[in-house]
């Protein structure tokens, strides 16, 4: 049997950079998945993005959700402070073997938690399982139907506080349709759009940007 494309992405990581490096580990994905073969990264364009997001936030603890190939995981892992953690959740086991590989590559593994398993039964044990008071940083980048019904458990386990940024991927294409209305007129967030395109293409796409105000938000109830 062939092989499956998370392990042609390994193969090409450990190909093309150098153990140690997530920046080059970030760089063999990309010019992979450019003129290789396409795989659903954020991408080095909206990439972009996510470091200046995480560079002005510097968040310590960060949860993302979706961790296919580590691609993300790793790029944003990179760049957070000595102290920070990144717990990353992934439910296909196959991925998740591959993304602790390339995590493992990266020589990351002591600032990520690669937990396997579903958003909507993990997220309700972070607190008492791993100690999480609450989340500075939350990456959305998992199935798009997910966003909304795992940001409200978010909420209701009292894993975000005031201040707290959600960065949302493909709130364009594929799109995320309740989740945006969710987070641009719910008064728990102030919300912004930064627009660019799906990885590796011209499609539009983009991000958004979400801050946590607190359950009671500002203004009328
Ligand atoms: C029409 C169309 C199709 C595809 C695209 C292109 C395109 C571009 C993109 O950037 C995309 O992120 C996507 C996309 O579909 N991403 C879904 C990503 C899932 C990964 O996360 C895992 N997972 C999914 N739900 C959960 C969950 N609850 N708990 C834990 N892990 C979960 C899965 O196991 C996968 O590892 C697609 C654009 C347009
Ligand atoms: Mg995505």
Known sequence: TGST???RILRAVQKNSTRGSPCSVVNAI???????????????EKGI???????ELKPITVLELGTYCAYSTVRIANLLPPEAKLITLEFNA???AIAREII???GLEEKIQLIIGASGDW??????EFGIETFDLVFLDHWKDRYLPDTKLLEKCGLLKPGAVLLADNVI???????LDYVRNSPRYKSKFYRSHLEYTQEEDGL???VFLGMAGRGAE
């Open 123 to 128: 997220i309700p044990r972070l607190k008492e």
């Open 104 to 106: 493992t590559w990266a």
């Open 94 to 96: 196959e991925s998740a």
């Open 49 to 55: 993005i996510v470091d200046d997001v995480v560079l």
């Open 173 to 179: 294409c594929p799109g995320t349709p309740d989740y």
């Open 208 to 210: 958004e940007h979400s």
């Open 30 to 44: 990309d010019d992979y998945c450019k003129h290789k073969e396409w795989a659903m990264n954020v991408g080095d």
């Open 5 to 7: 494309r998370p392990q």
